[in-house]
């Protein structure tokens, strides 16, 4: 009976109790056991990897036209290439996200830099958002002045601001302000602590207010000027409206569709990140975010893609380089 005793041990790798030996493991099993299966890859990581080369390529375009081009230097452009680069960055943080999650194995590090990088590219879009619309307010108000190589200074100043500040948020969750040692610490989205987050929503709030400000106050200032251009010009009654004679509500109603845009992407996140804990369903958490990183794609065509001076150079490059292609068939021909 011992004897069986010894050979079943002996079997299942175990030495003697009284030896006190640790348990030996085949080499072959050991191997088997410690070997990370990827997740099969789904429709949620097909659009992940989809959406984010598209935003990648899309403001990649935006940034290296203004960049490249010397009469874009007014502080308008300044604030788009930031925002576009902003951009930039949120699609390649969800990039890094799909090799994360379906190529290569999750590690604490892994989580850490792409919610580090989607932290500092929202941020930062969301406050070069914000600047686009103070650039709007102050080209109207002060329109005689703003556009001088004072007012790209302090475009210039303020957008390093920005983005040092960004920066300086974004690296919380590396520098130890996360919840992989705590999980009960959580916050709707890993690896954020609900503290860390709280106050990173809350800060969205108020700059989304501010903007809506801003833009009050764009529409405030150009209703009167047009109006007062009405009255001098006797164009109008004193007592009727521009805008209603000369369709200037077309211009309002673009307005009202970047408003429309903007808080509908950034709202529900902001909101939810501050209602939100670790045990409501991941399905809200990605409900929330989807619509804020969403916003980083339709940035571009809202804001770069419509100005005149920008199409129209994209339209030059386009031209130019068809007739290039052209040339080169035509010269193997």
Same mark, same amino acid.
């Given at each position: 009976?011992?004897?069986?005793? %010894? +050979? ?18 085949? %080499? ?5 056991? #410690? ?6 890859? +789904?429709?949620?990581? =097909? ?5 984010? +080369? ?9 940034? +290296? ?5 010397? #009469? ?46 989607? $932290? ?11 600047? =686009? ?5 102050? &080209? ?7 556009? &001088?190589?004072? #007012? ?34 959580? %916050? ?15 800060? *969205?709030?108020? $700059? ?43 211009? *309002? ?36 975010? =989807? ?30 380089? *068809? ?11």
């Amino acid at each position: 009976h011992k004897e069986k005793e %010894s +050979t079943t041990s002996e079997d299942l790798g175990w030495d003697s109790e009284s030896s006190g030996a640790e348990p030996i493991i085949p %080499s072959d099993q050991l191997g088997r056991s #410690s070997a990370y299966e990827l997740p099969p890859l +789904t429709v949620w990581g =097909v659009a992940l990897c989809v959406s984010g +080369t598209l935003i990648a390529t899309e403001n990649a375009i935006v940034v +290296t036209t203004i960049l490249a081009t010397s #009469s874009l230097r007014a502080p308008v452009f300044l604030l788009l290439a930031s925002l576009g680069m902003a951009d930039l960055l949120a699609g390649v943080a969800l990039i890094l996200h799909f090799l994360f999650m379906f190529c290569v194995e999750p590690s604490d590090w892994s989580e850490l830099l792409t919610s580090g990088l989607l $932290v500092t590219s929202l941020t930062a879009s969301l406050c070069s958002l914000m600047g =686009v619309a103070l650039d709007r307010y102050l &080209s109207l108000s002060h329109a005689l002045t703003y556009g &001088s190589g004072q #007012s790209r200074r302090r475009a210039a100043i303020l957008l390093l601001l920005v983005w040092l500040g960004a920066c300086m948020i974004g690296a919380g969750p590396a520098m130890g302000w996360h919840c992989l040692e705590d999980p009960n610490s959580c %916050s709707v989205a890993r690896p954020l602590t609900r503290t860390y987050l709280s106050l990173l929503c809350g800060g *969205f709030l108020v $700059v989304v207010m501010v903007t809506l400000q801003l833009y009050a106050g764009i529409c405030r200032v150009a209703r009167r000027h047009a109006h007062a251009i009405a009255t001098q010009r006797h164009f109008l009654p004193s007592n009727q409206s521009y805008a209603s004679k000369h369709g200037s509500g077309r211009g *309002f109603s673009r307005l009202i569709l970047v408003l429309s845009v903007f808080v509908g992407c950034w709202m529900p996140f902001s909101l939810w990140g501050l209602l939100g804990d670790a045990s409501s369903p991941p399905l809200y958490t990605y409900a929330t975010l =989807v619509p804020a990183a969403g916003s980083s794609l339709l940035n571009p065509i809202l804001y770069s893609l419509r100005h005149k001076d920008i199409l129209h150079l994209l339209e030059c490059l386009q031209s130019n380089m *068809f007739y290039n292609v052209e040339s080169i068939f035509c010269t193997r021909c």
